[in-house]
């Protein structure tokens, strides 16, 4: 069965970086799309970013292009987001979610992915 970690979060002052990380047990990502979610208090969950599983095709929320960027290490069976230009609108629960698919696309869209981790909050805050 596949578990999913997420760690890397905490407080940052606007405009700083964070690195979350989504580390995966019991199953390999190899064949795995690999999605991050955002709930904010209050607001549904939405869609930040996603990695295919071949081949590594990406696609962002408008609201995070230029300033976050995912990457996975299959050797690692991590995968990451790197967030740059931090904002206070980007305070949430950040989760990963993993779906088995082929090709280099993702749908970011919170049905598309089975199997989810408990989250890590971010916040941004001066």
């Known amino acids: 069965q596949l578990q999913l970690v997420e760690s890397g979060g905490g407080l940052v002052q606007p405009g700083g970086s964070l690195r979350l990380s989504c580390a995966a047990s019991?199953?390999?990502?190899?064949?795995?799309?690999i999605g991050w979610f955002r709930q904010a208090p209050g607001a549904e969950r939405e869609g930040v970013s996603c990695i295919g599983s071949s081949g590594g095709g990406t696609n962002y929320a408008d609201s995070v292009k230029g300033r976050f960027t995912i990457s996975r290490d299959n050797a690692k069976n991590t995968v990451y987001l790197q967030m740059n230009s931090l904002k206070p609108e980007d305070t949430a629960v950040y989760y990963c979610?993993?779906?088995?698919?082929?090709?280099?696309?993702?749908?970011?869209?919170?049905?598309?992915?089975?199997?989810w981790g408990q989250g890590t909050q971010v916040t941004v805050s001066s």
């Open positions: 019991g199953r390999t990502l190899d064949y795995y799309g």
């Open positions: 979610a993993a779906q088995m698919m082929y090709g280099s696309s993702c749908p970011l869209i919170r049905p598309a992915f089975g199997s």
